[in-house]
């Protein structure tokens, strides 16, 4: 079983920055060969991917509406992933999800993790 916490979400005016943080507890995630991802779902909207990093940390994924904006990064020796957010939009407003999927390649539907955190709330004002 792996154990995921975000932080790092909150209130932040658009043209801002935010870093995202997930910690990872229970089986080592770099040597199950784990892809991290990370999610969002806005109020009313189903929930959506936003990048993934493979095992190694080697290749990045991001989906079409962040790239150029946001960095995902993971420190294996600390089970941790990273999500920095910069240049915010009003629109990349939502609960910020964490995910595990055990991978080689870089997962992207939510159907391919199998852990996820309790997620964290991001609210970018205009």
């Known amino acids: 079983q792996v154990q995921l916490v975000e932080s790092g979400g909150g209130l932040v005016q658009a043209g801002g920055s935010l870093r995202l943080s997930c910690a990872a507890s229970?089986?080592?995630?770099?040597?199950?060969?784990?892809?991290m991802g990370w999610f969002r779902q806005a109020p009313g909207k189903e929930r959506e991917f936003v990048a993934v990093?493979?095992?190694?940390?080697?290749?990045?994924y991001y989906a079409d509406s962040v790239k150029g904006r946001f960095t995902i990064s993971r420190d294996n020796a600390k089970n941790t992933v990273y999500l920095q957010m910069n240049s915010l939009k009003p629109e990349d407003t939502a609960v910020y999800y964490c995910?595990?999927?055990?991978?080689?390649?870089?997962?992207?539907?939510?159907?391919?993790?199998?852990?996820w955190g309790q997620g964290t709330q991001v609210t970018v004002s205009s």
């Open positions: 990093a493979g095992w190694s940390g080697g290749s990045t």
């Open positions: 995910a595990a999927a055990r991978s080689v390649g870089l997962p992207r539907g939510n159907g391919d993790y199998a852990y």
């Open positions: 229970g089986r080592t995630f770099s040597s199950d060969l784990m892809a």
